[in-house]
């Protein structure tokens, strides 16, 4: 880590840099939309991204990636989240669905019973059932209120704080935040973080294949830490 002996933002500042990140995901969703090769009318992205600032640490997401420090405290390891999960059963984000012409629930097969988990519909409308209540693209659920604006969120980092790890929504529907961490903390002390890597894609996949013949995206990097007094 470089630069610690960076000022803290002070709340003015942290509102400043909250709302560039904003923009910039805003830009990033328009530039996708408006280019004539790519259709994402029923295609997008999630998108994470950390920001290290001295001991700051700024996470910015939208939709279903996650990120999560790995703390250890003395004789234990601690999971930090510093990201939320954008997902419709959200009491705030199904509220804005359903201001927004959009309605959540989950797919139905022919009797009408429900599959699987709650989706994004147009309110009178079958599609286009997204998994998740912000992305980037997916023009025609930006209808139904799904939006790419992030959140962001800042933490100051401690010196108990080892490693943090960023993943998407494919590592975390069958491995836990704390079950995440006791498997990076096997391998930090060697420094095989890779190997971290490969671990976690392996389990991934594995529990994936014995629920569905489709794996999702399975992506992950792990960012080391060494956060001085």
Same mark, same amino acid.
């Given at each position: 880590?470089?630069?610690?002996? @960076?000022y ?14 904003c ?8 530039? @996708? ?7 994402s009318? !029923?295609? *997008? ?5 950390? /920001? ?5 640490? &700024?996470?910015?997401?939208? *939709? =279903?990636?996650?990120?999560?420090? *790995?703390r !250890? ?8 989240p /510093? ?11 199904? @509220? ?14 022919? =009797? ?17 059932? /997204?998994?998740?209540s912000?992305? &980037? *693209?997916?023009t025609?659920? %930006? ?9 962001? %969120?800042? /933490? %100051?980092?401690e010196?108990? =704080?080892? !490693?943090?790890? &960023? $993943?998407?929504?494919?590592i975390?529907? !069958?491995? %836990? ?16 973080? $890779? ?21 999702? =995206?399975?992506?992950?990097? &792990?960012?080391? @830490?060494?956060?001085?007094?």
């Amino acid at each position: 880590m470089k630069n610690t002996s @960076l000022y803290p933002l002070d709340e003015l500042n942290q509102a400043h840099l909250n709302q560039s990140l904003c923009e910039a995901y805003q830009l990033s969703h328009n530039e @996708l939309c408006k280019n004539p090769n790519i259709d994402s009318s !029923f295609s *997008g992205s999630t998108a994470i991204s950390i /920001l290290i600032r001295g001991k700051q640490c &700024i996470c910015t997401n939208t *939709g =279903d990636s996650r990120a999560v420090l *790995g703390r !250890f405290n003395k004789t234990t390891w601690e999971a930090v989240p /510093l990201s939320k999960d954008h997902k419709p059963d959200d009491p705030m984000e199904r @509220l804005r669905i359903e201001r927004s012409n959009g309605r959540v629930e989950a797919y139905k097969d022919h =009797d009408r019973m429900p599959i699987g988990p709650l989706r994004v519909w147009l309110k009178n409308e079958q599609y286009p059932g /997204l998994a998740m209540s912000r992305s &980037i *693209g997916d023009t025609v659920s %930006t209808r139904a209120g799904v939006t790419c604006i992030p959140d962001v %969120t800042f /933490l %100051t980092l401690e010196p108990t =704080d080892r !490693f943090i790890i &960023i $993943a998407s929504d494919g590592i975390w529907e !069958f491995i %836990t935040n704390e079950e995440s961490v006791q498997i990076v903390s096997n391998f930090y002390y060697s420094g095989k973080l $890779a190997e971290a890597c490969d671990q976690l894609i392996k389990i991934a996949t594995y529990r994936w294949s014995r629920k569905d013949i489709h794996i999702d =995206d399975i992506t992950v990097i &792990i960012v080391s @830490l060494k956060v001085k007094d």
